[in-house]
């Protein structure tokens, strides 16, 4: 059944191509890719919590467990809002003349290509098959960023397209390194990540920590850790907003599994989980402090939203090198109330910029009286992006500073609550100067199309029931997840 | 007392040879340059009858001259025929056992009295050839010096053979360090000899020459003594080659001067043709190349050393991964685009024959030598040509540029390549990034012996992707960056061959169609940027720099 879960976006892609002269037909074809894949998500995810062992499907490909299935049904439902809300966007950046008619094909065709290839990563049995479709979803949002093609959106795309490729080939270096530190020469196991986690031979520390290093570098390089974040804010500034969305609140994910799993698979050999946890807790702090830091000096938006991802990727790796149940629980839910937050962000900004015309946050003022719908919500999104209830990420940072003070780390506890302190004043500081205050003469009234309002109101809706009271079967589903890497 | 004797009559018999064989030497070089000129050229013995000649003529000194113009010739003789006591001439050991630091340094001693000698007589272009010989000693020296002590084994400045006996010349002529350090050792002796492609010692244009300049004014037996100096020069170094490089039995034989001499021969003619098919560099080159025969040095002694597996790979795989390192190393020059094309079809071909090679070893099925002719096939062939082609009609096989809308562009300009004037523009000099890639070979060597229990294939696929990821640094061009990235790309397809991992068939597949479909990216991409920038110079990528 988990080849249903990638099958619909891979044929609606395919389809988008076909079909590109039909924009309404290509629309509604992507988004029932989209929607099939969260359905099937979802039941695959059920027949798992039923037997609560992993499994593998369709010749052995695929592999559900835990961990995949948490990765998966995140990707997977908020891919459905954001492909909703591309609908709306797109036709409004055709009726401004921005974007030809005939390009809706291309970019609904490449970003159903991108959401297969997300969720084949996720659901990957073999740590090469992993790599293989993280490496294509570089290539196939490389055009998605580069889509307005203008000078700068060019330069982004390319900076994206050659530090994330290094990056990645530096990784797939790592995984094989730790494939031959594993396995011992002649053995006949597959190197799946579920035989990778089964084996318990000692190894080659050295070669072992090495291949991490190499992983976490290569990986770490998409998930925009400093200072291999280089590519991002521009990268995410310069996209689409959906596809900002996509990228931020999604793919991001996805390298990170690729440090997951790397990590479960380290982590039962001694010294191995000291190691581990310094690399990520350095790089997670690093993170954390440049990317709250450098908040406050953006102009644009998208680029203020993107250093707030450099931030919450920046705690997700730290929590989860603080390790333990607690940590890696906060470092899990932390990521999927990100997940469900930033494209939120970005869906409001989105709708912002449309209303205003620019992008430039000094030059809207008063959004609130222009968008009331859109700017009060916008507010305490931001507010939420920085830890504030009643978004997920309250709990998580919470979480968070709740392992760093029980396990003694002062310095890590200080840092994390003077850098959430700075993103989370930055944040709302330049949200509410954009909200509030008087509008600007002569500012045309602004309706946003029915999609946009509707994906962000059913995505705040979601995002709200997920913070207050998430389904009992996905706080299981997180338990199992903890429980498979941190024991 | 008799040995005393012996020893001076050894050593006098030692300094004689040096000097008689000299000028034959030369006159056979100046022979097959002129062959290859299709000239009949002077007689072998011509440097004897113009020594003669010159040594019964009286000197014309500049009456500005200090005593230095008349020293420095004699001077400069006397340290060339002192250093000719330091090599094992004519027996196993030297008639002074000075080691290679006093050896080289003799010559040093010369060359700074000539250089003086050269500003002496006041004129402008003999400062002009001393200033340009002292920045080619600059140049020179540790570049020769490093290639001796790497070349070394004896762990001690002594003058040694590499191999002391026949059968363990033979276990090393085998390795590719060997051939290697050969031609180090080349190039690093045709710069301090002054022979093309670094000087042109039959140069008569003044503005070209390095040395000849310096000794323009002399005259006479000064001129003599100064002509054989550099005579013996030459021989003494390409004696220190056939020292080095030659078995180390043969010197215990009566016939080794004999064989030394008919070597020197052997290796003059050689050089001689190298002269006659090459050009002079120009002078910021020069550091270029020494660099690069630093390098080969670098990584002979490093393979040397490396310990590994003892039943490692077959002496073929050594060499082809060898190559593609070399080919990746060569590709940090300036080169043109379609040079480089040529490059990475080298260095595709060695790992493809590599590859087929621990396939047929292991006993792959029919699917694995599919797959193996895929990679053959975009590697060698699709991928060349369509970059090859890049500037002109090759776009026209790209679907994508239908969608993207690339038509009209094409047809307002061509990708023109070779006349981008910002094409070879880097934000690092060749040398400087030929120093970087020595320090990171010698890094993934370092790491691979401290892992151990690996052969030597690791280290070099390592070294391949850090060179790579160097060549992509170095380069501020687009597409050149583009090649730096498929070079690492084929380091990281030789790594699981490198550490005996199974990768999945379906893992290579997806593996290889990513690698085509990121070409094809890159070059729309390319396209997409000359037409919005204008430029491929990534110099230029610079709109969303932030600024404080």
Redesign the interface.
């Known amino acids: 059944m988990l080849e249903l879960v990638i099958l619909p976006p891979l044929l609606a892609g395919a389809l988008a191509?076909v079909f590109?002269r039909q924009p309404r037909q290509v629309e509604a074809i992507a988004f029932a890719g989209a929607c099939l894949a969260a359905l099937f998500a979802m039941l695959s995810v059920n027949a798992f919590l039923g037997t609560e062992t992993g499994f593998r499907d369709f010749y052995g490909?695929f592999y559900m467990d835990a961990v995949s299935g948490f990765f998966s049904i995140i990707t997977a439902v908020v891919a459905c809002f954001i492909f909703l809300y591309s609908v709306g966007y797109i036709r409004h950046e055709v009726k401004e003349g921005v974007v030809?008619k005939?390009?809706i094909?291309?970019y609904y065709g490449l970003l159903s290509f991108f959401l297969a290839a997300m969720l084949t990563a996720t659901l990957a049995a073999?740590p090469?098959?992993m790599?293989?479709?993280i490496?294509?979803t570089t290539?196939a949002s490389?055009?998605l960023i580069?889509f307005y093609?203008?000078?700068?959106s060019?330069?982004?795309?390319?900076?994206f397209?050659?530090i994330n490729?290094?990056g990645i080939?530096?990784a797939?270096?790592g995984i094989?390194?730790l494939?031959?530190a594993l396995?011992p020469?002649g053995a006949?196991t597959?190197?799946n990540w579920d035989a990778l986690m089964a084996l318990h031979e000692a190894p080659?520390l050295?070669?072992l920590k090495?291949a991490f290093a190499f992983i976490l570098v290569g990986f770490g390089t998409k998930v925009g850790l400093v200072p291999l974040h280089v590519w991002l804010?521009?990268a995410h500034?310069?996209a689409p907003t959906p596809v900002s969305a996509i990228l931020s609140g999604l793919l991001l994910n996805i390298a990170f599994y690729g440090i997951v799993r790397s990590y479960q698979v380290v982590a039962p050999y001694d010294s191995m989980v000291q190691f581990a946890s310094g690399l990520l807790i350095g790089f997670g702090l690093l993170s954390l402090a440049i990317g709250a830091l450098r908040i406050y000096?953006q102009h644009n938006i998208k680029r203020m939203l993107a250093y707030s991802s450099v931030e919450n990727m920046g705690i997700v790796t730290l929590a989860f090198g603080l390790g333990g149940p607690l940590g890696v629980g906060a470092a899990l839910f932390h990521m999927a109330s990100h997940s469900l937050a930033k494209p939120l962000a970005f869906f409001a900004s989105g709708i912002t910029a449309f209303a205003f015309n620019t992008k430039e946050m000094p030059y809207i003022r008063g959004a609130a009286q222009v968008i009331p719908l859109v700017a009060i919500p916008f507010v305490f999104i931001a507010a939420g992006l920085a830890g504030s209830p009643p978004f997920g990420t309250f709990l998580s940072e919470l979480g968070v500073l709740a392992v760093s003070l029980s396990s003694g780390e002062m310095l890590i506890a200080a840092a994390l609550i003077i850098f959430t302190t700075i993103a989370f004043a930055s944040l709302l500081y330049r949200v509410s100067s954009m909200c509030f205050g008087p509008a600007p003469s002569g500012m045309q009234p602004f309706s946003p199309s029915l999609t946009m309002m509707a994906s962000f109101a059913a995505l705040l809706a979601f995002t709200i029931i997920m913070g207050i009271m998430p389904p009992s079967q996905f706080v299981h589903l997180l338990e199992l997840a903890v429980h498979a890497i941190a024991g | 007392m008799a040995d005393i004797l012996t020893t001076f009559a050894l050593a006098a018999l030692q300094v004689v040879f040096a000097l008689v064989s000299a000028p034959l030497l030369i006159g056979i070089m100046r022979k097959v340059k002129a062959r290859f000129q299709g000239r009949v050229g002077s007689p072998i013995i011509q440097p004897y009858i113009d020594l003669q000649k010159l040594l019964s003529k009286g000197s014309a000194r500049s009456f500005v001259a200090s005593f230095i113009f008349t020293i420095a010739p004699v001077a400069g003789f006397v340290s060339v025929a002192a250093a000719a006591l330091a090599l094992p001439l004519l027996s196993p050991a030297p008639a002074i056992a000075a080691g290679i630091v006093v050896f080289i340094y003799l010559f040093a001693i010369g060359r700074f009295l000539t250089a003086l000698s050269g500003l002496d007589a006041g004129s402008a272009f003999g400062g002009m050839g001393s200033s340009r010989e002292m920045l080619y000693s600059v140049l020179i020296e540790p570049a020769l010096f490093a290639v001796i002590l790497l070349v070394a084994t004896s762990g001690s400045v002594d003058i040694a053979p590499l191999a002391p006996d026949f059968a363990s010349w033979q276990a090393l002529a085998s390795t590719p360090a060997y051939w290697l350090i050969a031609i180090a050792l080349f190039i690093a002796v045709l710069a301090e000899t002054g022979r093309l492609p670094f000087d042109n010692p039959a140069t008569h244009l003044e503005l070209t020459m390095v040395h000849e300049a310096m000794i323009l004014e002399n005259s006479g037996p000064d001129l003599a003594l100064i002509e054989w100096a550099s005579a013996v020069k030459i021989f003494l170094f390409f004696s220190l080659m056939g020292i080095l490089l030659l078995p180390g039995g043969l010197q215990a034989s009566i016939l080794w001067p004999a064989i030394l001499l008919a070597f020197c021969i052997a290796l003059g003619v050689f050089v001689a043709a190298v002269e006659s098919i090459s050009v002079k560099v120009r002078l910021f080159k020069v550091s270029e190349l020494l660099i690069f025969s630093l390098l080969l040095a670098l990584i002979a002694f490093l393979t040397r050393i490396f310990v590994a597996k003892p039943d490692g790979d077959g002496w073929l795989q050594t060499l082809l991964a060898l190559a593609m390192l070399l080919t990746a190393i060569y590709a940090i020059f300036s080169l043109t685009f379609r040079d480089r094309i040529k490059l990475y079809i080298v260095q595709s071909i060695c790992l493809v024959i590599i590859l087929l090679q621990i396939t047929l070893a292991n006993g792959g099925e029919g699917m694995n030598y599919l797959f193996l002719l895929a990679i053959a096939a975009f590697k060698i062939i699709i991928i060349p040509f369509v970059l090859y082609h890049s500037t002109s009609w090759g776009m026209k096989l790209m679907p994508l540029q239908f969608y993207l809308r690339f038509g009209e562009a094409q047809k307002k300009f061509k990708l023109d390549l070779e006349a981008d004037p910002l094409f070879m523009s880097a934000p690092m000099t060749t040398s400087r990034a030929l120093v970087y890639a020595g320090v990171l070979v010698t890094l993934a060597f370092a790491v691979s012996s401290v892992l151990g229990g690996t052969t030597i294939m690791l280290p070099l696929s390592v070294s391949l992707i850090l060179i790579g990821m160097l060549i992509i640094a170095s380069k501020t061009h687009l597409l050149l960056q583009l090649l730096g990235f498929l070079m690492m790309e084929n380091g990281v397809v030789l790594l699981p061959y490198a550490l005996h991992v199974n990768m999945p068939f379906i893992g290579e597949v997806v593996t290889l169609f990513d690698l085509v479909i990121l070409v094809r990216i890159t070059l729309l991409l390319s396209f997409k940027m000359k037409e919005t920038h204008g430029t491929l110079d990534t110099k230029q990528l610079v709109e969303l720099a932030e600024k404080r």
């Open positions: 191509f590109h490909i030809e005939g390009q094909g291309l073999h090469v098959v790599w293989a479709a490496e294509a290539l490389v055009f580069s093609q203008t000078s700068s060019i330069e982004a795309a390319w900076k397209f050659i490729s290094v080939l530096l797939l270096a094989l390194f494939m031959f396995i020469s006949t597959g190197g080659n050295l070669f090495i804010p521009d500034s310069q000096f």
